[in-house]
């Protein structure tokens, strides 16, 4: 190596920062969500990394057949082309003081519902099962212990076969452990396992599975318990029949947490994304206070039938990964119960519909959005139902800025395409400017701070530019660095993209 080229390294790697050239991250043209710091290197000023969280709308689906019980649970729900499929849990416990111990009525099957638009749904009569006089019905399976948590999901392995593309899984400890199931529409259903595919754990609530398309393998996240805490496991299959020894999540610097389910799936618009959204178990203590919240009746029932139905509570958490095992979560409730009414308040509400879906939203102008639904009104005869709430595309974190404003510097990446598209939202009086930097942290002539005229609004798809100028295609290829610099306002997501003129 020459003298010259040794002093210009040097240069490079002790400049602004102490990262050198060559140590970019190739991010490509997927889209980054600003949910952790992993492609942060500087944060100043009064911004932060923000939780956001769901809005309340309408009533999705009622759960009031027969067969639906008064509690029903853990659905799921699938985009298939231009049909969304909802799988959820039918089953009924009688909940009677003078009658005790709390015992299920009936035993669990597999209920099946659809939509055309992901918000209103339907129970088609499928007449696959007679259950008890009803020949008419919305039942896909009524196996055994699998219709606890029958977790459907459409496999989009290149290499699957189109008569199993609808995969499952399900099972608790009963059925010693999860089989897995396969189906050619969604509707008929057979086992595809003659045994358990996963025997170590008690698998009690929503397992869950997909095909990994970056890493390129089958993940199932399974129900753990171990040291007096409810935790999460996954395993890892190639071929969805040998898995890996499930191993635990890992969250560095968040304390223990009960979590009652796990919910992770990968980010539709950003793959390399896990998210996760589990339940949060809350063991409360038999107080004056919880006594007082509604459903008065029903908690006065539970407390001398089924204490801990009385007393412990349920809200919703949400975390992320870029590996599926080590996640950042966020200990504060991504979804609070909201207000003290009767179903919202005692155990067994609030659990989360496994999936997140895009509709479109009633505001106008408003454009598509995310969906996913939470349950309310559990244990009620006729009330048990799923209300759906919305997020913004990417909304579930940001970097948010206060009006004194603030900024963040990336790492050195190296993207391609010739556009830089950005989701974010502004006040009035608030804006967003955005730097080009090389990896040493100098500005790029042409593409400076000053450069970037002000950028003020509400868009999921703004397209950044400098002096007019929106092509950044010679950059492509070369490591940069992103400096945004915002005032009173989000920063949801960045994607660098291909874009005709």
């Known amino acids: 190596m020459t003298p010259l080229r040794l002093l210009t390294m040097l240069v490079v790697c002790l400049s602004s920062f102490p990262v050198c050239a060559e140590d970019a991250i190739d991010i490509g043209d997927r889209r980054e969500l600003l949910i952790d710091h992993a492609l942060t290197e500087k944060m100043s000023g009064e911004v932060e990394l923000r939780l956001h969280h769901p809005v309340a709308r309408e009533v999705a689906l009622t759960l009031n057949e027969p067969w639906e019980g008064n509690s029903s649970g853990y659905p799921t729900v699938i985009k298939d082309g231009d049909l969304f499929r909802m799988y959820y849990c039918g089953h009924r416990f009688v909940v009677d003081p003078d009658d005790p111990p709390l015992r299920m009525e009936h035993s669990e099957v597999t209920c099946y519902a659809e939509s055309r638009d992901g918000i209103?749904?339907?129970?088609?009569?499928?007449?696959?099962?007679?259950?008890g006089n009803y020949e008419k019905n919305n039942i896909v399976w009524l196996g055994g212990?699998?219709?606890h948590n029958f977790s459907p999901f459409i496999d989009t392995n290149p290499a699957a076969?189109?008569?199993?593309?609808?995969?499952?899984?399900?099972?608790?400890i009963t059925s010693k452990g999860i089989y897995s199931f396969q189906s050619a529409d969604?509707?008929?259903?057979s086992k595809l396992s003659t045994k358990p595919i996963i025997t170590q754990g008690p698998f009690d609530s929503h397992n869950t599975c997909f095909w990994d398309s970056v890493h390129e393998r089958y993940c199932i996240y399974i129900r753990h318990v171990a040291r007096d805490l409810r935790l999460v496991m996954v395993a890892y299959s190639e071929d969805f029949k040998t898995w890996t020894e499930p191993v635990e999540l890992e969250y560095p610097d968040s304390?223990?947490?009960?979590?009652?389910t796990n919910h992770v799936l990968p980010y539709h618009r950003a793959p390399h994304i896990l998210m996760g959204f589990p339940t949060r178990y809350v063991a409360r203590s038999n107080t004056k206070h919880v006594a007082s919240l509604p459903p008065l009746d029903l908690r006065s029932d539970f407390l001398n039938l089924y204490e801990r139905g009385g007393t412990d509570l349920t809200?919703?958490?949400f975390m992320t990964s870029r590996d599926g095992q080590v996640f950042n979560r966020w200990d504060e409730a991504f979804f609070r119960p909201g207000p003290q009414g009767e179903g919202r308040w005692i155990y067994g509400d609030n659990y989360q519909t496994y999936g997140v879906w895009e509709t479109e939203s009633a505001e106008p102008g408003g454009g598509m959005e995310l969906s996913t639904q939470f349950s309310e009104g559990y244990w009620r005869e006729n009330e048990h139902q799923l209300r759906r709430y919305t997020v913004r595309l990417d909304g579930f974190v940001s970097l948010n800025?206060?009006?004194?404003?603030?900024?963040?510097?990336?790492?050195?990446?190296?993207f391609k395409g010739n556009k830089l598209e950005i989701n974010y939202a502004t006040s009035a009086a608030g804006s967003l400017r955005v730097e080009l930097q090389d990896a040493s942290g100098q500005p790029i002539p042409g593409f400076s701070l000053d450069d970037c005229p002000e950028l003020f609004g509400d868009s999921t798809s703004q397209q950044v530019t400098w002096n007019s100028e929106t092509d950044i295609g010679k950059l492509a290829g070369t490591p940069v660095r992103l400096r945004f610099v915002l005032s009173d306002g989000d920063l949801y997501s960045y994607r660098f993209h291909q874009m005709a003129d």
């Open 401 to 414: 800025a206060k009006y004194a404003g603030g900024e963040l510097i990336t790492k050195p990446v190296i």
């Open 161 to 172: 076969d189109p008569q199993t593309r609808f995969k499952a899984v399900g099972g608790t």
């Open 255 to 260: 304390p223990p947490q009960q979590m009652y």
């Open 145 to 147: 212990a699998e219709n």
């Open 315 to 317: 809200d919703g958490l």
């Open 186 to 189: 969604g509707i008929h259903w």
């Open 120 to 131: 209103h749904w339907s129970k088609p009569n499928l007449n696959l099962f007679k259950w």
